[in-house]
């Protein structure tokens, strides 16, 4: 059984920064890529960002500059440092690893976490 558990999410006022963690468990042979993506009330899911085990990296073009996308391969664990926050940016934000548990790659998808820019 493979489980990501992100944590992190909360209310901000617009300006302000929140980090986001996620967490892989279980029977994990390797963590391919993994990722950070959104889902805004009446909205599709959209890739907030993405980063391989290489280590590169990609960004939605909404967030380039304020997002930052790291990972800790050692304890299988992405972040997501979000800074200087919009009331646009609101929405539930869904951890998403491409991994092997022992059966072939497949796409794994955390549980969200909702993040809430207001005054």
């Known amino acids: 059984q493979v489980q990501l558990v992100e944590s992190g999410g909360g209310l901000v006022q617009p300006g302000g920064s929140l980090r986001l963690s996620c967490v892989a468990s279980?029977?994990?042979?390797?963590?391919?890529?993994m990722g950070w993506y959104r889902q805004a009330p009446g909205k599709q899911r959209e890739l907030v960002a993405g980063i391989t085990s290489g280590g590169s990296t990609n960004y939605a073009d909404s967030v380039k500059g304020r997002f930052t996308i790291s990972r800790d391969n050692a304890k299988n664990t992405v972040y997501l440092q979000m800074n200087a926050l919009k009331p646009g940016d609101t929405a539930v934000y869904y951890c998403?690893?491409?991994?092997?548990?022992?059966?072939?790659?497949?796409?794994?998808w955390g549980q969200g976490t909702q993040v809430t820019v207001s005054s």
């Open positions: 998403n690893a491409r991994l092997d548990a022992g059966s072939g790659p497949y796409t794994y």
């Open positions: 279980g029977s994990i042979v390797r963590i391919f890529a």
